[in-house]
């Protein structure tokens, strides 16, 4: 019996151990608060903004509608700008579903869009541009000024070397 205790206090420290070197160190990962967004003129709209911000640079949504994050169990905002979506929480945003060019995604003055090649994404990540495409996209790990969000990433897809949606992701 003895042994058996031993064995499984093993198993599990090894599992502890194997899951903790999986996680990415935090160095590693984007700020979230960095990523700016824009549309077709100059003004910029980034994390936590409000609506009114949003629709300063990309103009009145298509629509907009109550969105139940499940999850969270918490209401939330959703504006359509056909095809595309941003997602708000207590008048900040929080998240998006980029599909056509209409809206630019950047960091430190560097910009990609829809129908960029990889080269545009390495531009704004360039600590990542030793990270190929691969499965048809490239995941980019972000943190927060406030927390490290163990799971959420930039997922840019790709199809034919040129990008297709980018997307905030919360596993």
């Not at 949504?61 to 959703?78: G, H, R, V, W």
Request: net charge negative; charged share 25%.
């Amino acid at each position: 019996m003895r042994n058996i205790i031993i064995l499984i206090s093993l198993i599990i420290c090894v599992s502890c151990q194997n899951a903790k070197a999986q996680r990415t160190p935090i160095s590693n990962k984007i700020n979230l608060e960095e990523l700016r967004f824009k549309g077709n003129n100059s003004n910029v709209f980034k994390i936590d903004d409000s609506p009114a911000q949003m629709q300063s640079a990309l103009g009145s949504p298509s629509s907009e509608e109550d969105y139940y994050y499940e999850m969270q169990q918490i209401m939330a905002k959703l504006y359509k700008y056909d095809p595309n979506k941003f997602y708000f929480v207590n008048q900040k945003f929080e998240a998006w579903e980029i599909f056509n060019d209409n809206v630019i995604i950047g960091r430190n003055g560097n910009y990609f869009k829809i129908g960029d090649t990889v080269d545009k994404v390495y531009d704004a990540f360039p600590e990542f541009s030793n990270k190929p495409v691969n499965n048809g996209y490239i995941d980019i790990p972000l943190r927060s000024v406030d927390y490290d969000m163990e799971c959420t990433r930039l997922i840019i897809t790709f199809e034919n070397n040129q990008i297709v949606k980018i997307m905030r992701h919360d596993c």
